[in-house]
C-alpha cells in the first residue's frame, strides 16, 4: 500500500488509465489532432467525429439531446455562462435570482456579481441537514423572479438536492432552473427526458477524465436563450467560442461512457467502503456527522471530531490525503461556510474532515485511515484544553472567550 | 500547506504537554484564544521562590503552528526569571519556527499566553512577586 493514500475525490480524481489512452490518440502528427472546425480535409473531419461521439456520451449519461451539449472549460465556467448568460437575456422579465448560501464558489461568487450589476439575489439557507426546504424556496419566489440555481450534490456534505421536485416547481413559476452537478454526475442518475432542469453543469476531472473541459447542458425543449459570455468563432452554437479541445472532449467523453456502464456496480462497492469507513469511527466519543446520511452520495464522509482542529488534524494524518472544513479564521483561509450554513457551531466547523471516497480506493486503505485516525484523535485531545474541561464537566461556552 | 522540519518535531514530540494545579499559588495560567475562532492555547508556569521559571506546561488546540509554538515556548521559560521570560516576542518564536505570514499570528498567540501566565501569577502573588 502506497502513503498518502488519496481519500478527496471530491477535489478532484485521477484521469482513468482508459481515458488517457483515448486522449493520447488525439495529440501527435500520427493522431487526430486537426481542428474539429476544419471543413476543408480529412484531418478536421476526423477530428469533428471524434467530438460528435464524445457529445453523444455525454448526452447519453444524462438521457440529453447531444446537440443540448455545449462544451466549456470546466464547471466554473459553466455555472459562469449559465448563470450571467440567462441573467442578462432574460432581465427584461425581471432582476431577481435564487440560490443557496451551500452553493459552490462558482455559483455564489458569479451571483455577486450580478448583485453590483443591480441583480437581486436571494441566497437561501438549508435546513440542518444540508437540503432545501422546498416550500422556504417556494416562500423566496417573486414575480420578478427570473432564475434559481440549486446544486444537485453538495461538494463538501455530499448531500443530494430533490432537483426533481424543485424543477416542477420553477416550471409552474415559468422560471428558469440551473444545476450544478459537477458532483452528481456518474454519481447519481440524471434523467434530463424526466427532469424539469433548464440548464445543467458539468466538469470531467470529478469523474476520472481531464481537468480544464467540462459541459453546460442547454434545454432545447422548451427553448433557453443564453448570452454569450465568451464571443469569437461563434462555436458551440454561438454559446461558447474557441477552439474545441478534442484530446480534452474525447477524454470527458470516454470518462462519461464509463460512467454510465459502471456507475450502478461502483455506487454500490463504495458504499460498503464508506460505511466500513464509519462504522470504524463512529464510536468515537464526540463524533459528529455533518449532512444527512440518506440523501447521501456514497462517496462522501464528512465529520467532525469535537475538540481537535481540523488543521493539525491533516498535519496528523499526514498520510491521508483528507481535505477539512477548518482554518483559524485569523490565517487567509475561513471555516467552511457550508457547514456554518447548516448550523454546526464553530468549534464543529474547525473540526471536520471530508473523506471522499472513488473508483480506486480499496478496503485496506480504509482500514489503515481508521487505525491512523483513531491513534490521531486520542493524541491530539491529549493536547487539547478543551477535551480537559470538556471531561471535567466544564461548559465551553459558558465560558466568555476573548474572540479575536 | 508545507511546515517546516522544526513545526514538524515540536509538532510530533511536543514538549511539556499537561496541566498543572490552576490554584497552586507557585503556577501562573494563562489561556487565551478562543474555540470559536479555532484556537485556544493554555500555558502555565511554576515559578520558585528565587521568582524563577521552574516549570512548564501547555495544552493548545489549533493549527500545527500553534501548537508547535506553545511547545517551544515551554522550552525556551524555564529557567528563565519573569521579567526575562516576559520579554519573549513573537517575532523570535516566528522565526526560530520559520513560520510563513499567515502563520505569525500563531505565534502572537503564543507571546500573549505568557504574558498572561505571568500576569496571572504576579496578581495571585501580589508584591512578592515583584520583589523577587
Ligand atoms: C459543485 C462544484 N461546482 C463547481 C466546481 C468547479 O469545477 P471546475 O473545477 O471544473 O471548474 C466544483 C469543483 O471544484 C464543484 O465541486
Ligand atoms: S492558530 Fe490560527 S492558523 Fe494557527
Redesign the interface.
Known amino acids: 500500500m502506497k502513503t498518502p493514500i488519496y481519500f478527496d475525490y471530491s477535489a478532484t480524481t485521477p484521469v482513468d488509465p482508459r481515458v488517457a489512452e483515448e486522449m493520447c490518440k488525439c495529440l501527435t502528427p500520427e493522431g487526430i489532432f486537426g481542428n474539429p472546425a476544419s471543413r476543408s480535409h480529412a484531418f478536421g473531419w476526423a477530428s469533428e467525429k471524434l467530438v460528435d461521439e464524445a457529445r453523444n456520451n455525454v448526452a447519453a449519461l444524462i438521457n440529453a439531446d447531444p446537440k443540448e451539449i455545449v462544451f466549456t472549460s470546466g464547471a466554473t465556467e459553466s455555472d459562469n455562462l449559465a448563470i450571467k448568460g440567462a441573467a442578462h437575456f432574460y432581465q427584461k422579465n425581471g432582476k431577481h435570482i435564487i440560490t443557496c448560501k451551500t452553493e459552490h464558489k462558482a455559483v455564489l461568487d458569479t451571483c455577486r456579481h450580478l448583485e453590483r450589476e443591480g441583480f437581486e439575489v436571494t441566497y437561501l439557507a438549508p435546513e440542518t441537514n444540508g437540503l432545501i426546504d422546498l416550500e422556504k424556496l417556494k416562500a423566496a419566489v417573486r414575480p420578478d423572479t427570473i432564475l434559481v440555481s440549486i446544486m444537485h450534490v453538495n461538494n463538501e456534505i455530499g448531500v443530494i438536492q430533490d432537483i426533481a421536485a424543485i424543477g416542477e416547481m420553477c416550471r409552474d413559476n415559468k422560471i428558469i432552473f440551473h444545476v450544478d452537478a459537477a458532483q452528481s454526475a456518474g454519481k447519481v442518475p440524471i434523467d434530463m427526458g424526466a427532469l424539469k432542469v433548464d440548464l445543467m453543469s458539468f466538469s470531467a476531472h470529478k469523474i476520472y477524465g481531464p481537468k480544464g473541459i467540462g459541459a453546460l447542458y442547454v434545454r432545447r425543449k422548451p427553448r433557453i436563450r443564453l448570452e454569450a459570455q465568451m464571443h469569437g468563432g461563434g462555436h458551440e452554437r454561438g454559446m461558447r467560442s474557441g477552439t474545441l479541445a478534442t484530446h480534452q472532449i474525447v477524454g470527458m467523453g470516454e470518462a462519461f461512457r464509463l460512467a454510465k456502464e459502471e456507475m450502478a456496480a461502483e455506487n454500490e462497492r463504495v458504499r460498503m467502503l464508506r460505511e466500513r469507513l464509519l462504522n470504524g469511527l463512529k464510536d468515537i466519543e464526540e463524533v459528529y456527522i455533518n449532512g444527512d446520511m440518506e440523501q447521501r452520495v456514497p462517496h462522501n464522509l464528512n465529520i467532525s471530531f469535537n475538540?481537535?482542529?481540523?488543521?493539525?488534524l491533516m498535519?496528523?494524518l499526514k498520510d491521508l490525503a483528507v481535505s477539512s472544513g477548518?482554518?483559524?479564521?485569523?490565517?487567509?483561509l475561513e471555516?467552511s461556510y457550508v457547514l456554518r450554513a447548516i448550523g454546526r457551531?464553530?468549534?464543529l466547523a474547525?473540526s471536520s474532515i471530508r473523506f471522499s471516497l472513488g473508483r480506486f480506493t480499496v478496503e485496506e486503505e480504509i482500514d489503515f485511515a481508521i487505525d491512523e485516525i483513531r491513534k490521531n484523535i486520542d493524541k491530539l485531545r491529549?493536547?487539547?484544553?478543551?477535551?480537559?474541561m470538556f471531561k471535567e464537566g466544564i461548559d465551553?461556552n459558558a465560558i466568555e472567550?476573548?474572540?479575536? | 500547506m508545507a511546515y517546516s522540519e522544526k513545526v514538524i518535531d515540536h509538532y510530533e514530540n511536543p514538549r511539556n504537554v499537561g496541566a498543572m494545579d490552576k490554584d497552586d499559588a507557585h503556577v501562573g495560567t494563562g489561556m487565551v484564544g478562543a474555540p470559536a475562532c479555532g484556537d485556544v492555547m493554555r500555558l502555565q508556569i511554576k515559578v520558585g521562590e528565587n521568582g524563577v521559571i521552574e516549570d512548564a506546561k501547555f495544552k493548545t488546540y489549533g493549527c500545527g503552528s500553534a501548537i508547535a509554538s506553545s511547545s517551544l515556548l515551554t522550552e525556551w521559560v524555564k529557567g528563565k526569571t519573569l521579567d526575562e521570560a516576559s520579554t519573549i516576542k513573537n517575532s523570535q518564536i516566528a522565526e526560530e519556527l520559520e513560520l510563513p505570514p499567515v502563520k505569525v499570528h500563531c505565534s502572537v498567540l503564543a507571546e500573549d499566553a505568557i504574558k498572561a501566565a505571568i500576569n496571572d501569577y504576579k496578581s495571585k502573588n501580589g508584591d512578592k512577586a515583584k520583589s523577587a
Request: net charge negative; with cysteine.
Open positions: 475538540f481537535v482542529e481540523g488543521e493539525s498535519m496528523a477548518s482554518a483559524c479564521t485569523s490565517s487567509s471555516p457551531n464553530d468549534e474547525h491529549e493536547l487539547s484544553p478543551l477535551w480537559e465551553i472567550w476573548a474572540a479575536h
